[in-house]
């Protein structure tokens, strides 16, 4: 049997896993990494792939919201809120991101965003 913390913890936990062909729970397509690295891979359009790369990281760590909840002993988040799920998009297929789209994994008022 679980202890309360632990309990605790599964009732506001988000599982980022599927089952059969949706996820567990709702989750929607964190667009901020996407939009950080677009925004950098046009300023420094000519400069060497590693840089563009250090340089959209070093700017998406700098933008990134931090949120602790309050029964986490670890903290730290891979995205900008818990029902949201990264994308990348400097390495992602054109139609996994349509399939995203139909599926509904992306909110209504990005989506001319993502596909800009």
Known sequence: MPTTRIQKIQEYHVPKYFSGDHFIKPL?????RTRIYTEVWKETEGEPI????AKAF???????PIFIRSKD????FYSEAPDAFQ?????ADPEILDEYVKAGYVK????DEWRG
């Open 28 to 32: 929607y397509l964190a667009i901020l």
């Open 50 to 53: 590693g840089i563009r790369r």
């Open 58 to 64: 070093a700017r998406y760590l700098e933008v990134m």
């Open 73 to 76: 002993l670890l903290v730290g």
């Open 87 to 91: 994308y990348c998009v400097e390495a």
């Open 108 to 111: 209504e008022e990005e989506i």
